[in-house]
């Protein structure tokens, strides 16, 4: 069956722009999360979705903001971009809100120069 | 709350040697514990997962670890360590249970030579 899928796989924004990022789960998963990793700190995370509801959030600025859609599809929002948003983004799904395993997406290189 | 240390930032074995890589957490909780490896511009793969069953709990390509409250460990090991092997690993805690948050440790490169 597919996998995590996270799209585009690579992107490069300037300062003040906004960017959405978009993460397709495993069939029948109805839960989704976003992780950003950086050289500097490491895997964080961002936040949260179980049938489109927002279950968690990590400690993030309200810049960067998220929605899951009736089919669990997932997006990701960062307005007004900055350089220290640079990173790999990724998403995990899993069938069910709660650690019962997830499975990662190969993620979503942000570059912002 | 909950955090996990992994004591090593750097491992290097040699090709069919032992690998050892320790994780501490800490959590107010009764714990679930991951470990994830990380390939090169890969996305994070589920190595195994203690979820408070049984203590030794064993993952995909030949990696076990072992649960002990005790001394809040959770070491990763594998009898001999293969060239592909060599990657990010990172131990993972959660509350367990509905609490969905991860908390990744700060990650052991593993390096393996010939």
């Known amino acids: 069956k597919a996998g995590v899928t996270q799209t585009p796989r690579y992107l490069i924004k300037t300062r003040g722009q906004q960017v959405t990022l978009s993460c397709s789960p495993i069939?029948?998963?109805?839960?989704v999360s976003w992780y950003q990793q950086t050289p500097g700190q490491g895997l964080q995370f961002l936040f949260e979705?179980?049938?489109?509801?927002?279950?968690n959030k990590g400690n993030f600025p309200g810049r960067f903001s998220g929605r899951q859609f009736s089919n669990s599809r997932s997006e990701m929002n960062v307005s007004t971009l900055e350089l220290g948003d640079s990173a790999l983004y990724l998403c995990?799904?899993?069938?069910?809100?709660?650690?019962?395993?997830?499975?990662f997406g190969s993620g979503t290189r942000l570059t912002v120069v | 709350a909950q955090s996990v240390t992994q004591l090593d930032s750097h491992v290097s074995v040699s090709e069919g040697t032992p690998v050892l890589l320790r994780c501490n957490y800490s959590?107010?909780?009764?714990?679930?514990l991951f470990w994830y490896v990380q390939h090169p511009n890969k996305g994070l793969q589920l190595l195994l997962k203690?979820?408070?069953?049984?203590?030794l709990v064993k993952g995909i390509n030949g990696f076990e670890a072992e649960f002990k409250k005790s001394e809040t460990s959770f070491h990763l090991t594998k009898p001999s360590a293969h060239m592909s092997d060599a990657a990010e690993y990172f131990c993972?805690?959660?509350?367990?249970?509905?609490?969905?948050?991860?908390?990744f440790g700060t990650g052991t490169r593993l390096q393996v030579t010939l």
């Open positions: 995990a799904s899993s069938f069910r809100e709660g650690t019962y395993g997830y499975t």
């Open positions: 069939s029948g998963h109805r839960s």
């Open positions: 979705y179980f049938s489109e509801t927002q279950r």
């Open positions: 959590s107010s909780y009764s714990p679930s």
């Open positions: 203690y979820t408070s069953a049984a203590t």
């Open positions: 993972v805690v959660s509350r367990g249970g509905t609490a969905s948050k991860l908390t």
